[in-house]
C-alpha cells in the first residue's frame, strides 16, 4: 500500500462529511458520518466520536474499518482500510478536543477518538484500477 498523498489529505480536508463503516463480531455491517475525519500523518486517520455506539461497539467487537471521503461533483473518491484504535484520554485525544470547540457550531466534546492504522487505499474513481 502507498502512503496517503497530499491529494488524499486535501481531499479528506476538504469534505465536511466522510462515511465509516464498522461491523460487529458476526459481520452485521454499520456505516455513519463522519465530521472529523483528520489525516495524522501518511498512515494515519483519526476521527472524533460523538454520538455513535453501534460504531464503539463494533469497534470494541471487530477492529476492522473502512473510511469512504468523496467529492461526487467531480466522481472522485478514497476508502482507507485498516484497523483502529480507540482512544478516550491522552495528549491527541485533548488536542482533538480542543479543536472541535473552536467550531462555530457547538458540539459536545468526544466520548473518544477512533485512530486508524491504514493498511489499504483504494482509488474510486470511474475506471480506476483500485489499490493505490
Do not use: H, W
Request: with cysteine; glycine share 6%; proline share 7%.
Amino acid at each position: 500500500m502507498g502512503p496517503i498523498t497530499d491529494e488524499m489529505r486535501r481531499m479528506v480536508e476538504e469534505q465536511r462529511v466522510s462515511y465509516v463503516a464498522t461491523a460487529n463480531k458476526d459481520g452485521r455491517p454499520n456505516v455513519s458520518p463522519k465530521g472529523s475525519i483528520k489525516v495524522l500523518d501518511e498512515r494515519t486517520l483519526v476521527f472524533a466520536d460523538l454520538f455513535s455506539e453501534k460504531t464503539r461497539r463494533n469497534l470494541l467487537e471487530n477492529p476492522q474499518v473502512a473510511v469512504t471521503v468523496a467529492d461526487a461533483k467531480k466522481f472522485q473518491g478514497y476508502q482507507f482500510k485498516g484497523r483502529a484504535e480507540l482512544i478516550e484520554k491522552g495528549p491527541l485525544f485533548d488536542a482533538m478536543v480542543q479543536e472541535l470547540r473552536k467550531l462555530p457550531m457547538k458540539l459536545p466534546d468526544p466520548k473518544y477518538l477512533v485512530k486508524i492504522d491504514v493498511e489499504e487505499i483504494y482509488d474510486l474513481r470511474p475506471g480506476a484500477q483500485g489499490k493505490c
